[in-house]
Nanobody, 126 residues
Framework: QVQLVDSGGGLVQAGGSLRLSCAAS????????TAWFRQAPGKEREFVAAIRKNGGATFYADSVKGRFTISRDNAKNTLSLQMDSLKPEDTAVYYC???????????????????WGQGIQVTVSS
């Protein structure tokens, strides 16, 4: 079982940047398919970005493509999400998630992931 701890959230003005981190223990992230999801008040949890364990292929939601970058630091066993050009609609609680192997067709769905971080608040003011 992987334990995940999210950090790095906060309050930022529109157009600003934040970097989220997810520290993992129990398993090395390079053996896991990993992702970021977010959930805004009153809305369902939605996919943000994912990175595959083999080859490091990345996937993004259309709403964040070109603004967010997912990356993995194998030496530090951490997952990161660099968020630039933030918009008020990016306001949400962000979660990192991992699983051993995600079927490609489900990689954007929450049910594909078995371990979750506790979530971190990101608030973007207009």
């Amino acid at each position: 079982q992987v334990q995940l701890v999210d950090s790095g959230g906060g309050l930022v003005q529109a157009g600003g940047s934040l970097r989220l981190s997810c520290a993992a223990s129990g398993r090395t992230l390079r053996t896991q398919d990993t992702a970021w999801f977010r959930q805004a008040p009153g809305k369902e949890r939605e996919f943000v970005a994912a990175i595959r364990k083999n080859g490091g292929a990345t996937f993004y939601a259309d709403s964040v493509k070109g603004r967010f970058t997912i990356s993995r630091d194998n030496a530090k066993n951490t997952l990161s999400l660099q968020m630039d050009s933030l918009k008020p609609e990016d306001t949400a609680v962000y979660y990192c998630a991992t699983t051993g192997t995600a079927i490609l067709s489900t990689i954007r769905t929450a049910r594909a992931y078995s371990s979750w971080g506790q979530g971190i608040q990101v608030t973007v003011s207009s």
